[in-house]
């Protein structure tokens, strides 16, 4: 069957705007808004789609297409995600820390340190229905002077409900995207530099047992997964070498939705049934007959 599963027939990869430096962390509101960064320009923007509610402009719906700058600084933004009360949860990478955008503006701190010590960069997040929030956190590429890696592990995260922070995975060279199965009974995990998907199993207090390999992605062109998020059906979809890779529950690998720049990360929008795509210099979005898996 391949792609022909999710994709809408005669459906096409369009590029909705440009202009930006890196692209990344696409997430929809319920609003019908979609927040992406640019970690490069160090800056959070909000793309609106025709006819969208939009409570925080404080208008009804949008007449045509637009984008507004919705935070900057960003911290260095990358993966972000909402609560189910609507906030937005936020990697600052640049920053080292995860944060919550309340409904007001103000900007609460979720996690910064780990045993006493600063986190690495944290990368993507998922919010889970219990209300707690799993991060990665791969190790530090670059630092200003006179700032280190304070992690010996590059780790998955889970901020639970009390507001505590515990490592759930330590075993992980350089961890990224990561999201639920639709009964959140599996959590996956990219390893960026394996090229592979991990899955684990959430266990009932929320921490993860039994990693595996779920899924490589083999390239001529190198071993990168980015952000991955799934369908109702148990789809996997993941941001790879050359596109967007879709992988059935078992980890049949689908095929490949080609993209013209190399995507970092993606997220569902329009009701949760286009996969907006965000790559480099450019925010895409392809319309699919899957319906995304919700997380809030």
């Not at 404080?58 to 637009?66: C, I, N």
């Not at 350089?174 to 959140?184: C, E, V």
């Not at 047992?209 to 083999?218: G, M, Q, W, Y």
């Not at 952000?227 to 596109?243: E, H, L, R, S």
Request: with cysteine.
């Amino acid at each position: 069957m391949g792609l022909s599963a999710v994709v809408e027939g005669g459906a096409v990869v369009e590029k909705m705007i440009d202009g930006f430096k890196s692209a990344d962390g696409p997430a929809s509101s319920r609003l019908g808004f979609l927040l992406f960064t640019d970690a490069g320009n160090n800056r959070i923007w909000k793309y609106i789609p025709k006819g969208t509610n939009d409570v925080f402009e404080g208008g009804t719906s949008a007449s045509e297409p637009g984008i507004v700058l919705w935070r900057e600084p960003s911290g260095g933004a990358t993966g972000l995600t909402l609560d189910r009360q609507g906030r937005v949860l936020v990697c600052e990478t640049g920053a080292r820390r995860v944060t919550r955008t309340e409904k007001d503006g103000t900007i609460t701190v979720l996690a910064d340190h780990f045993d006493g010590k600063r986190l690495n960069h944290p990368d993507d997040l998922v919010h889970s229905i219990d209300g707690s929030t799993y991060f990665t956190d791969p190790p530090v590429s670059a630092l200003p002077a006179g700032e280190r890696s304070d992690q010996k592990h590059a780790a998955v995260y889970q901020i639970m409900r009390d507001g505590k922070l515990r490592a759930v995975a330590t075993d992980f060279e350089q961890p990224a995207g990561l999201a639920f199965s639709p009964n959140q009974r599996i959590l996956y995990v990219g390893e960026s530099a394996l090229g592979q998907i991990r899955a684990f199993d959430v266990e009932g207090d929320g921490a993860l047992a039994n990693s595996r390999i779920f899924a490589t992605l083999k390239s001529e062109t190198g071993a990168t997964v980015g952000g991955i998020k799934t369908d109702v059906a148990g789809n996997v979809f993941c941001a790879g070498p050359g596109g967007v890779w879709v992988f059935d529950k078992t980890g049949v690998h689908l095929g490949t939705i080609e993209v013209p720049e190399t995507p970092a990360n993606i997220g569902w929008g329009d009701n949760f049934k286009s996969l907006y795509i965000t790559a480099r210099t450019s925010l895409y979005r392809i319309r699919l007959k899957s319906t995304g898996t919700r997380t809030y």
